[in-house]
């Protein structure tokens, strides 16, 4: 198994290294770089200056036959939800973060570029669980507990539970 990263847009290439690196050791598994792409004109919606994170994600599905993560600063949402911090389908093959709403810059607080490489990393340990075939777990700390904000992802960590690792298999 390998995972290729790719960003949607410009990303920041010291957040990028940050999540291949974390991605690696965290899965032990290959982390290739893919180059940047343009997000589906068609996933933009301008009502709500958004992007539909699942039209992004059937446009992954169809260019990859791998894994494929995408980070993207754009704000992304899916139906029913205001906003996302990332989304993939549980054992699908791609998944996508958003940065926008992890920077604290975003709540007008400062500037903190190691609270937000954490923040990410947690988000893309998450979502790659779901592409792996884990659903949202309640034990505490567990990084498979959905977010609905950054506080909710500050009091999480970056591991998998004891019951999520024996789903994962490892
Ligand atoms: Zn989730
Ligand atoms: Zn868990």
Redesign the pocket.
């Known amino acids: 198994m390998q995972i290729t990263l790719v960003s949607i847009g410009k990303v920041d290439a010291i957040l990028m290294d940050h999540v291949k690196k974390g991605l690696r050791s965290r899965f032990k598994i290959p982390v290739l770089t893919g180059s940047e792409i343009r997000a589906p004109s068609s996933s933009f919606n301008k009502f709500r200056n958004q992007y539909e994170a699942d039209i992004i994600l059937n446009e992954l599905e169809k260019n990859f036959d791998d894994k494929v993560l995408a980070i993207t600063n754009y704000d992304i949402y899916t139906q029913r939800l205001n906003y996302i911090f990332g989304l993939a389908k549980t054992k699908s093959k791609s998944a996508i973060v958003s940065i926008a709403r992890l920077d604290p810059k975003f709540y007008k607080q400062p500037g903190d570029i190691e609270l937000l490489k954490e923040r990410l990393l947690k988000e893309c340990i998450?979502e790659i669980g779901?592409v792996l075939g884990l659903q949202?777990c309640k034990e505490k700390g567990c990084v498979m507990n959905?977010s609905n904000n950054t506080r909710d992802i500050d009091n999480k960590n970056f591991d998998f539970c004891h019951m999520c690792q024996i789903s994962l298999g490892s």
């Open positions: 998450h779901h949202h959905p």
